[in-house]
């Protein structure tokens, strides 16, 4: 339901946005596959900030943080405008298809090395822990949905697709930011039975990840199962 209300009401939006640069694109014979690139291009841009903010940036200092998830955003919107820019230029081709699957899990892999570097070298173990969990479950999305797909089945369901990951990631990471710098930095919710806190700043950016962890990794098994059933019957 999700992807559908996202490419109902998201999709037309940025489409409306994106139009006229997809027919200069188009005036100048950009290709695809060259979008595509560029995109994850931009995506190691995003990692290589998380990595800066690892190695230079203090522990209370999320502006790292929130200046990747823009980066994160900006590239998400290069998923969008090759594949516009295929079907408006007739530019698709199987090929680019497949150029465009790898590239983006590429893509997803290099930023997830990021958040993870990032968070490891500040001594968030746990929320590392969830950052690979949401890593595998991402992968796993993708992968069960073009397995299914090459045996003929179909698995386009359950929640945190590709695009709901990039969003999610990119929204939250710039919502970290912002809070850090208005609300406080060092802001930490402790409960004595708990062993971690229950909040602190770097909260709205991590619990995200958290639940994408979850989501990811059941919307895998629901396909798993999905599959099954269409398969067997």
């Known amino acids: 339901m999700s992807e559908n209300l996202l490419k109902k009401y998201g999709q037309p939006i940025v489409y409306k946005v994106i139009n006229p640069f997809i027919d200069l694109l188009v005036r100048w014979k950009v290709r ?13 841009a995003a990692t290589v900030v998380f990595i800066l903010g690892a ?13 990747a998830g823009a980066v994160i955003l900006f590239g998400g919107l290069f998923d969008m405008i090759d594949g516009r820019l295929a079907r408006v230029g007739k530019m698709a081709s199987n090929y680019g298809a ?25 001594d968030y173990f746990l929320s590392s822990l969830f950052a690979f969990i949401a890593m595998i479950g991402s992968i796993m999305v993708s992968y069960t949905r073009a397995r299914a797909e090459s ?3 179909t698995a ?8 709901e990951r990039v969003i999610l990631i990119g929204v939250s990471a710039v919502a970290c930011g912002i809070f850090s710098a208005q609300f406080g ?15 602190e700043t770097i909260s709205v ?29």
């Open 32 to 44: 695809p596959n060259t979008i595509t690139t560029i995109g994850l291009l931009i995506n190691t």
């Open 55 to 67: 190695e230079r940036g203090a522990r209370n200092d999320h502006s790292y943080i929130g200046w």
């Open 98 to 122: 497949f150029y465009d699957s790898v590239l983006d899990r590429y893509s997803e892999m290099i930023m997830f090395l990021g958040i993870c570097w990032y968070l490891v070298a500040h």
């Open 151 to 153: 045996l003929g089945a």
């Open 156 to 163: 386009a369901v359950g929640f945190m697709q590709r695009p």
């Open 185 to 199: 930095s060092d802001i930490k919710i402790t409960k004595d039975w708990l062993p971690f806190p229950l909040f």
């Open 205 to 233: 950016f991590t619990l995200p990840i958290f639940f994408m962890a979850i989501l990811t990794n059941i919307t895998a098994l629901r396909r798993l199962l999905h599959v099954k059933e269409e398969l067997e019957n």
